[in-house]
């Protein structure tokens, strides 16, 4: 069922009085923690690499022999190929490394350039390249730490930091200030396979260890670049645009407690959101598959039914916790049960209510816009045009974290408010918004 009441619990009390408390005006911006914050530390220690366990995985030596179909135009052969493979997980940024190294042929001929042409008839032939090592190196950029002991650290990411290096941006990343400061120089990475653009080092939640070599084949990687692995060990992603919590394991142990808890889907995730629109039924269940959309690399599609070959399970509860200008926008906690790239972000387009700022996914300044000036007196029309034109990034905030510690098993739950252009966004739209507006409604919890 794509979209279900959710169940008529009442979230607990402890979670509904963290938000509550994180999200009302004039409110303590410090962090809210319900564990005692320790000092500080750095580690010196270099972690051991983890052992290959042999797992299939990655895609190096996938093949595809094919003819383009005799009704197709030219097109790009990196193109052609990666609509193909993509769905499968092959970025176009590989299927490009894959030429670039003689494994792409068209009627027999080897392909030298990434923006050769092919046409209705063509024979096309690839192997997919093997994984390149990325180098990433300490950089002191300043870190908003939340929590950190001797196994672990909680970081409060901030919107636009890439979380990992990836082709293409390899600096300013969040593993890159984290070396500096657990003090390790350089490491080695994988680079993975990820969306073909300036949000390529996106992709995020159930894909769980970016660096770790199990992921891929024994025969991909050499043993001087297992050897040369290192963590810190990102277990999950945050988006480059999404701000908040992210935990990080500082050793191997922790890794795998982590990474489980991941899979096992016990790591409890709220997120905060502001809306185009107003939701519709005010809190629901999403159960709808995500894929890579076919017409948009950059973009990945819910789709209900089985029609998309490569999509993957995805679940997501949301409830509508404040409504403004009349439904023009809303406050919006999501809680995910699984984890795909862009999930939060592709369930609300699919609602109708894409996220404010989300340019990607149609939450648009114009359809911002559109929404909020026809349901606020026309006094407020000049400042609803000028805080719309600031707004630079989905208005999306990972607010609260909690999981088991992987060495004490203790519980621990942190809660971080969202960044200040998070806020000011919220307290205009409160400004503009009738005081006693949408406050009958019971289904809706107002902070």
Same mark, same amino acid.
């Given at each position: ?11 607990p009390p402890a979670v509904a009085t963290a938000l509550s408390a994180l999200l009302r005006r004039g409110a303590n911006r410090s962090h809210s923690l319900r564990v005692s914050r320790p000092r500080c530390v750095s580690s010196d220690a270099v972690a051991e690499p983890a052992p290959a366990l042999g797992r299939r995985g990655g895609h ?96 409060? *990411? ?15 990343? !969040? ?6 400061? &657990? ?5 080695? &990475? ?9 949000? &390529? ?48 394991? *500082? ?10 808890? #991941? *899979? ?59 409504? #403004? ?30 996220? !404010? ?14 929404? !909020? ?21 989905? &208005? ?6 909690? #999981? ?17 252009? #998070? ?25």
């Amino acid at each position: 069922m794509a979209a279900a009441a959710a169940a008529t619990a009442a979230p607990p009390p402890a979670v509904a009085t963290a938000l509550s408390a994180l999200l009302r005006r004039g409110a303590n911006r410090s962090h809210s923690l319900r564990v005692s914050r320790p000092r500080c530390v750095s580690s010196d220690a270099v972690a051991e690499p983890a052992p290959a366990l042999g797992r299939r995985g990655g895609h190096a030596g996938t093949r595809l022999e094919e003819a383009v179909p005799a009704a197709e135009g030219r097109s790009r052969v990196d193109a052609w190929i990666s609509a193909r493979l993509g769905g499968g997980g092959v970025s176009r940024a590989r299927v490009q490394a894959s030429i670039r190294a003689g494994l792409v042929a068209v009627n027999g001929r080897p392909v030298s350039k990434v923006s050769q042409t092919v046409k209705g008839g063509d024979k096309v032939s690839c192997t997919v390249s093997e994984l390149q090592p990325l180098r990433a190196e300490a950089e002191d950029i300043p870190l908003d730490i939340v929590y950190e002991d001797e196994h672990l650290l909680v970081v409060n *990411k901030p919107a636009h930091m890439v979380v990992h290096p990836a082709p293409g941006n390899a600096n300013g990343t !969040l593993v890159n200030a984290i070396l500096h400061h &657990c003090k390790i120089s350089t490491f080695t &990475c994988l680079a993975r396979n990820s969306i073909d653009d300036d949000e &390529c080092p996106e992709s995020s939640d159930d894909d769980v260890d970016v660096f770790d070599v199990d992921q891929f084949t024994i025969g991909e990687v050499s043993s001087e670049v297992r050897e040369a692995i290192v963590r810190p060990g990102i277990v999950h992603r945050l988006d480059k645009g999404t701000s908040g919590l992210l935990v990080v394991a *500082k050793d191997e142990h922790s890794h795998a407690q982590l990474a489980e808890q #991941f *899979k096992l889907h016990t790591i409890n995730r709220v997120y905060i959101s502001l809306t185009c629109g107003l939701p519709s039924p005010n809190s629901a269940r999403i159960e709808v598959p995500i894929s890579r959309d076919p017409n948009n690399r950059i973009r990945m599609v819910a789709a209900p039914g089985s029609g998309h070959r490569y999509a993957k399970h995805a679940a997501s509860r949301y409830k509508v916790r404040e409504v #403004f200008c009349g439904g023009g926008s809303a406050l919006v906690e999501w809680r995910l049960e699984t984890g795909r790239t862009h999930q939060i972000r592709a369930h609300a387009k699919y609602l109708g209510n894409p996220l !404010l700022g989300d340019e990607t996914y149609g939450g648009t300044k114009s359809m911002a816009l559109s929404l !909020l000036r026809p349901r606020t007196p026309s006094k407020y029309h000049g400042d609803l045009s000028n805080l719309v034109s600031k707004i630079d990034r989905p &208005c999306l905030h990972a607010a609260l974290l909690g #999981f088991k510690h992987p060495h004490s098993g203790k519980a621990l739950e942190f809660s971080c408010p969202p960044p200040d252009d #998070f806020t000011e966004v919220l307290d205009e739209l409160r400004r503009v918004t009738p005081t006693n507006e949408g406050q009958d409604n019971d289904n809706v919890a107002q902070v």
